[in-house]
């Protein structure tokens, strides 16, 4: 079974740029996750679907960040415009429904993003 | 809130030395608990987990118990290997929300030869 894949996985840009993460869940997965880490720290919650709907997104910056999933399946992060504060590792994590508690969420590699 | 905190790193150990990893957490109501592992240039891997008070989750020889008297969840293993050099993470998910994950700040273990 493929896991949790994610690109691309590192970005160098420039603050105020804009950039754009891409994620594609296992498949059968209907909760999406992405989570921000940054360096030396637990991640952090940004934005949870469960398909194609947006559950908590009470953490994102939403003046700066936007995600969607519009078919319920893969999903796409953006920052614009990006601050130094940006540079983090943005992790996409799936998992077949959030509700239960021996629910599993399965994470891909990661996008590395430095914001110079 | 919901929080979890864990033992400063890094962690360096000798080869077949025990290991610990203290977490703590802070949660309403009854969450289930997680480690997950990150080794170098990977994702976050799921360790072990324990949904239910004196569960204990194991998994490649590390074993931890969910201990809610003390609001903890210690990562243990009697004979740590080099390949066990990585970044675990405690987490919790509280049966009050939507299933997020909410992580300590890492531990970072190195394990010489």
């Known amino acids: 079974e493929a896991g949790v894949a994610q690109s691309p996985r590192y970005k160098i840009i420039e603050k105020r740029q804009s950039v754009a993460f891409w994620c594609n869940p296992i498949s059968g997965h209907a909760t999406l996750y992405w989570y921000q880490q940054i360096l030396g720290q637990g991640p952090k919650l940004l934005i949870q679907?469960?398909?194609?709907?947006?559950?908590?997104d009470s953490q994102l910056p939403k003046d700066r960040f936007s995600a969607e999933r519009l078919k319920g399946v893969d999903s796409t992060l953006k920052i614009q415009p990006a601050k130094l504060e940006d540079s983090a590792v943005y992790l996409c994590a799936s998992s077949l429904a959030s509700g239960s508690s021996t629910d599993t969420q399965y994470f891909g590699p990661g996008t590395r993003l430095t914001v110079l | 809130g919901n929080s979890v905190t864990q033992m400063e790193g890094p962690v360096t150990l000798s080869e077949e030395a025990f290991l610990t990893i203290n977490c703590t957490y802070t949660?309403?109501?009854?969450?289930?608990l997680f480690w997950y592992v990150q080794y170098p240039g990977e994702g976050l891997q799921l360790l072990l987990k324990a949904t239910k008070a004196d569960d204990k989750g194991s998994n490649k020889g590390f074993e931890a118990t969910y201990r809610k008297e003390t609001t903890s969840f210690h990562l243990e293993k009697g004979s740590v290997q080099v390949s066990d050099s990585a970044v675990y993470f405690c987490?919790?998910?509280?049966?009050?929300?939507?299933?997020?994950?909410?992580f300590g700040q890492g531990t970072t273990l190195q394990v010489k030869p």
């Open positions: 949660a309403t109501g009854y969450p289930s």
């Open positions: 987490a919790l998910k509280s049966t009050s929300n939507t299933g997020k994950l909410i």
């Open positions: 679907f469960q398909n194609n709907g947006v559950v908590d």
